[in-house]
């Protein structure tokens, strides 16, 4: 049961690394099975094809990405200082990624949404599920950010949610073309004024990632 | 010589709609000479490599593409308005290819970077050098509109050029997984922000497509 289990996680571990760097059209499941070590028939045990192995990656990531960004954007204390805190996090799983391959991966779920999407529809659905998810963890901040009078009140705290997510697969992009993780550095200024946060609460320290 | 050109017309238009369909690494020569109804033969009289194709590929798209951006960009009148023009004219190349392949194709350009940046040095320096020229674009056209006072002083306008160009990945690529192109609509309000537009500049004309 213990080597059963390691197989998978192994398997797991070798698709989100080939996925990552090489997309998912370049990869197949002979050269996931050698990357993890495993024989080719335990591939099949555990998943019934490439794509059920994609959708379960894509789960895992989610999971692991879902619970940071719920702690930080569920935090206490001033609602724009999450946000930025969520792009700092953003930044550093950029640059620790390319400190481990050597280059910028770009956002797993990005990469695939822009493969994949007119080919699978299972996988396009879920990632839509997932951008949701994260449009609405924003959302909610903005609202606490408009409540506390930091945000502008004109500001509709949906299309705002929107519309940082969206900076956010920009930048990565970005990031992962110029391989250049400081491409992220503007999601702060640029948040500032998506949210149409006044000069006067732009505070110097707010002003440092500028 | 009719013929030949013809020929490679064939395997280039074939092969950016296979390209913008599913992708660089799913799509073979094979296939793109069986869509372009020529002889696996002739390809190779045309180009050395899938890679060479695809390189043609994206200097041809951003040959037509750069000058609709310049057409539009470098035109007369309220530089803002240009903005918004750039907008509109984005999304229905969006909406022209979703009512052609019945969903959206999203940029090639980002599809391309996303899936290829960490694999094909050549094609990761030619879209570097694309994605620089679109935000030189942008850049000159923040300046005018500083300098007219319809910008925020404040605004840095090569970044703001990079982040606008930002937005319009992330949006296309919100567009794509969604098969939805009013997914750019929000392109010209976000930019207002960005650009620190003041309240009382943002006409009821501009408002139109908020």
Redesign the interface.
């Known amino acids: 049961m213990g080597r059963t289990s390691d197989a998978r996680d192994k398997i797991l571990e070798a698709a989100k690394l080939l996925f990552e760097?090489?997309?998912y059209?370049?990869i197949g499941v002979a050269e996931i099975c050698t990357t993890a070590g495993v024989p080719k028939g335990s591939f099949y045990y555990f998943f019934e094809s490439k794509q059920a192995l994609a959708l379960t990656v894509i789960d895992e990531h989610w999971a692991a990405q879902q619970a940071q960004w719920v702690s930080i954007l569920r935090g206490e204390g001033d609602p724009l200082r999450r946000l930025r805190e969520l792009f700092e996090a953003t930044e550093e799983v950029q640059r620790a990624g390319q400190a481990r391959?050597g280059?910028?991966?770009?956002c797993l779920f990005?990469?695939l949404?822009?493969?994949l999407?007119?080919?699978a529809e299972e996988i396009?659905k879920r990632?839509?599920e997932i951008?949701e998810a994260q449009i609405d963890l924003i959302e909610q901040v903005v609202l606490e950010a408009k409540a506390a009078g930091l945000a502008g009140a004109?500001v509709d705290a949906r299309?705002a949610g929107?519309?940082i997510?969206?900076?956010?697969?920009?930048?990565v992009?970005?990031a992962?073309?110029?391989?250049d993780p400081r491409?992220l550095d503007?999601l702060w200024?640029?948040t500032l004024?998506?949210l149409?946060v006044p000069?006067q609460s732009r505070s110097a320290d707010a002003g440092r990632a500028c």
Do not use: P, T, Y
Request: charged share 25%; hydrophobic share 40%.
């Open positions: 760097q090489r997309g059209s370049a391959a280059v910028v991966v770009g990005g990469n949404a822009l493969e999407s007119n080919q396009r990632l839509q951008f004109a299309e929107r519309s997510v969206a900076q956010i697969e920009g930048r992009l970005l992962k073309l110029l391989n491409q503007s200024r640029d004024d998506l149409q000069q």
